[in-house]
Each structure stands twice: as C-alpha cells, then as structure tokens.
C-alpha cells in the first residue's frame, strides 16, 4: 500500500465548475499535511497547509480527518489557471515530505 | 523575498561521471532538503540538512551525497552516474524544524545522464 494515495486523474472541468480532490494516508502518526500544486516541469508551489479545524483560503477550502486518514481539497468556481497537477503531502517525521502521485486538473473554457 | 535559487538549470553528463548540484534557501531558512522527480514518478525524498549535519537520508545508494555550507546553502553529488539518475532534481528549504514543518521549493536542475 502506498503511503498516500490521490484520486486518479485527469480531471477535466468547464470554468466556474467545483471540484473535489480525496487522498488518504497510511501512518497515523503522521504530524503535518499540505496541499501543493504542480505545473508541468515546474516545482511544486505550497497551496496550503491542511488543519484539523479545516481551512480555507479564497476559493480553495481543505479538511483533514485524522480518525479516517483522510485529507480533501475543494476548489470552487474554478479558473483555468487553476490547471495544474495537486499533491496531496503528508509529512510524518523526519524532515521527509511524503507526496502522493497526484491528480492532474484540466479546467476548460 | 528572495525564493529558493538552484544552479545549474540543466546538467548533461555521461554514464560514470559525477554530477554536482548546488542550492541556496531562503534567508532565514536553515534545513535543505533534497528530492528526486524522475520522468512520471513522484517526487523521492533524498537528503535533509540542518545546521550543517545531515540529519535524514532517503533510500537512495551513497553514491548520492552532499553537504551544508555556513551559509546554509547546500550541494548535491551524485557520483559514477546512471542513466536511471535522469530526473528533476529539487531543492527545498524550510525555517528551523518545527510543525506545521512547511517547505519551499527552488526550480530544480533538471540532470540527464547520457
């Protein structure tokens, strides 16, 4: 079993369109959790850090639930500049991020 | 704000030969890491530096090494190459560890081993 695991992708939405990203982790103890996004032969860019409370930041809202090891990412009203491929990350000790394959969005006009 | 800076942008190098990457953090960051991207895979966690001390090694053989300057910037070696070391090579830096234990990345050095 991989350590995180993503939707598979792509995902091909209209702009303005909501969509949703689920990953799952394997170690319970891991401590800290972060959505990235990654453009093609680029690096990835922190999205943002995910809480237990749940978070949000503009369009994008994240929630974590530690009982089901279980992270989400929302996106609302999508933009096209919103394609991009989304790393779920999972940080356990270690000074190791562990990053999930990701899931690719294509937002369409 | 200055980002995370690595150098070169590309590396062509022969099978067998060595290959030095170098990375500089953010001011005010004091851990580097290091990760691998090969070509549709995920991205590998290599090294973590801290002060100066290598405090974390991925599953990586030791021909993959490095160091952390004074300055905190850092180098990556990858000795006697092998084709399957073509990747994206990237750094990242973060503040003293601590959580939420946020990192950074720079753009990479994008390695092929020919």
């Known amino acids: 079993r991989k350590e995180v695991e993503q939707d598979p992708g792509p995902f091909n939405v209209p702009e303005g369109a909501t969509v949703a990203f689920n990953c799952t982790y394997s170690?319970?103890?891991?401590?800290?959790f972060f959505w990235y996004r990654q453009d093609c032969r680029k690096e990835p860019k922190l999205l943002m850090s995910?809480?237990?409370s749940g978070n949000e930041d503009g369009r994008f809202t994240a929630q974590l639930n530690r009982a089901s090891q279980y992270i989400s990412l929302l996106i609302r009203d999508s933009k096209l500049s919103d394609s991009a491929t989304y790393l779920c990350v999972v940080y356990p000790q270690g000074g190791k991020l562990i990053f999930g394959q990701g899931t690719e969005l294509s937002v369409k006009p | 704000e200055a980002g995370v800076t690595q150098s070169p942008t590309h590396l062509i190098k022969t099978r067998g030969q060595q290959a030095t990457l170098r990375c500089s953090p953010i001011s005010g960051h004091t851990s580097v890491y290091w990760y691998q991207q090969a070509l549709g895979l995920g991205l590998q966690f290599l090294l973590w530096y801290d002060e100066g001390e290598e405090r974390n090694r991925g599953n990586f053989p030791p021909r993959f090494s490095g160091r952390q300057f004074p300055n905190y910037s850092s180098e990556l070696n990858v000795n006697a190459l092998e084709l399957e070391d073509s990747a994206l090579y990237l750094c990242a830096s973060s503040e003293t560890p601590g959580l939420p234990y946020e990192q950074y990345f720079g753009p990479g050095t994008r390695l092929t081993v020919t």
């Open positions: 170690n319970s103890a891991s401590q800290s």
């Open positions: 995910v809480y237990s």
